[in-house]
């Protein structure tokens, strides 16, 4: 697997885990599986890599089935760019513009720099 499939595959775990822990807080689900508000938000954005024993925890603090927190190797394959993205935090027209610019290598006033 390479860095970015690696990248990639944490930030899709830290997702699902924001997805389904939409009943409690960052601090409860820390709570519950013993470990800091800030390690959990960690792991949601993909910094943190938790253990096998981790995702276990989670999945059951959040009664579901651990597996349901692995993505498909399909998801791992996304373009990196979309990973470099998810983690600038923009709004979704900065978000476009930087595609724009990967893409097609357009400035902010439009024009073309290739």
Do not use: C, F
Request: hydrophobic fraction near 30%.
């Amino acid at each position: 697997m390479t860095n970015e499939m690696s990248t990639r595959l944490y930030i899709i775990i830290g997702e699902k885990i924001k997805k389904y822990r939409q009943k409690y807080s960052q601090e409860e689900l820390a709570e519950k599986i013993h470990l800091s508000r800030a390690s959990v938000a960690n792991i949601e954005t993909g910094r943190q890599h938790p253990t096998i024993e981790t995702l276990w925890d989670i999945a059951s603090a959040l009664n579901i089935d651990p597996h349901i927190l692995l993505p498909s190797l399909e998801e791992v394959k996304l373009n990196y760019d979309e990973i470099y993205l998810k983690q600038l935090n923009l709004s979704d027209s900065g978000k476009r513009w930087i595609k724009r610019i990967i893409e097609k290598g357009e400035t902010k006033n439009g024009k073309n720099d290739k």
